[in-house]
C-alpha cells in the first residue's frame, strides 16, 4: 500500500521491497555494489538489462519480444533476473511482475560515467526512473563521475549516499521525493568537499569527437568534453567541478506552461484559416 506522505504524493512505506537496475547491464560491479547497500534496508529484486544499454533514455520495447531470465546472485536473499531490454523495460517488468510484494523504492545504477546536465534525458539510467515517476514511486538515479575509463570505479562514497538517501525516504526523514539524480566523484571519502542539492545545467555534457581521422565518430564523456563547458555557480555541473556530491531532484512534467496563453492567442487567430 502506497501511503501518502506530509509533503506530498511520492512516499516509500517500511514495509518494501526495493527494486534495482541500471543501464550498463546484469554483469556492471556497480549494480552489485548498489544491490548489496539496499539489501541492509528492505527485500531488493535486482532486475537488469542482459546487456549495456547506457544512452537509451526512457526507451522501452514496444513491439520487440523481450526474454526475461533468473539468474544467479552473488548477494545473499537478493533474487535477480536479466533482461534483453532497456532499463524502462526492467522497471515496468520487476513493477509489475518479477517483485514478490510491494516496491516502495526503486534506484538505478551505479552508473560507470557522470549523468549531468541535459544530458540526462538521454541517460538509461536517469531515465529508467519515469516508470516508477509515473508509478508514483520514489527513485534514485546513482552515477559515479569517473574522468576516463581506465580509472578503477571505488563505490564505497556513493554506496554510502544511496544508502542514507534510501533509508531517508523508506523511514519518511526524507519525504515527498519523486526522483533524485546522485552523481558522486570518484575518489576516497577523505577527498569528497561535501554534498550540494543543485538544478541540472542546461548545457549537455557528452561531446562529438573524431576518432582515427577516418571520419569516424564517438562520444567524449571525460574531463575533455567538460572543459568545453561554461560552469553555472548551482547545477550539477558545478558541484562536480568542485569537488561535491551533486543531488538534484527531477520532475518529468513536459508542458511549457509560459508559453501556453500566447500560443493559445497565435491560435485563435489561426482558427479562421483551418476551418
Ligand atoms: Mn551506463
Redo the contacts with the bound molecule.
Keep these: 500500500m502506497m501511503q501518502k506522505g506530509p509533503g506530498g504524493e511520492f512516499s516509500a512505506v517500511t514495509q518494501m521491497g526495493i527494486l534495482v537496475t541500471?543501464?550498463?547491464g546484469i554483469d556492471s560491479p556497480g549494480l552489485w555494489a548498489l544491490a548489496e547497500a539496499m539489501s541492509r534496508l528492505g527485500e531488493t529484486v535486482v532486475v537488469a538489462p542482459r546487456e549495456?544499454r547506457?544512452g537509451v533514455g526512457t526507451g522501452i520495447s514496444l513491439h520487440a519480444g523481450m526474454s526475461v531470465a533468473r539468474v544467479p546472485s552473488p548477494l545473499p536473499g537478493v533474487t535477480a533476473y536479466a533482461v534483453g531490454g532497456t532499463p524502462g523495460d526492467c522497471v515496468i517488468l520487476g513493477l509489475r511482475r518479477l517483485a514478490r510484494g510491494h516496491i516502495g523504492l526503486v534506484v538505478s545504477g551505479i552508473?560507470?560515467?557522470a549523468n549531468l546536465g541535459n544530458d540526462i534525458l538521454c541517460s538509461?539510467?536517469v531515465m529508467a526512473t519515469l516508470q516508477a515517476y509515473f508509478r508514483k514511486i520514489p527513485s534514485l538515479a546513482l552515477s559515479l563521475v569517473m574522468d576516463s575509463e581506465i580509472q578503477e570505479p571505488r563505490f564505497d562514497v556513493i554506496s554510502k549516499v544511496a544508502g542514507v538517501l534510501a533509508r531517508g525516504i523508506i523511514d519518511g526523514t526524507l519525504p515527498d521525493v519523486a526522483v533524485l539524480n546522485v552523481n558522486a566523484p570518484n575518489s576516497p571519502p577523505q577527498e569528497v568537499k561535501g554534498i550540494a542539492v543543485t538544478r541540472t545545467a542546461s548545457s549537455g555534457y557528452v561531446r562529438l569527437s573524431e576518432v582515427g581521422g577516418r571520419g569516424d565518430m564517438t562520444y567524449d564523456r571525460g574531463v575533455r568534453a567538460r572543459d568545453q563547458l561554461i560552469i553555472e555557480e548551482g547545477t550539477d555541473i558545478w558541484a562536480i567541478s568542485a569537488g561535491l556530491i551533486s543531488i538534484t531532484p527531477l520532475r518529468f512534467d513536459v508542458t511549457d506552461c509560459n508559453r501556453t496563453s500566447t500560443l493559445a492567442e497565435r491560435v485563435a487567430l489561426l482558427r479562421s484559416e483551418l476551418a
Design positions: 541500471n543501464d550498463d549495456e547506457s552508473n560507470l560515467g538509461g539510467t
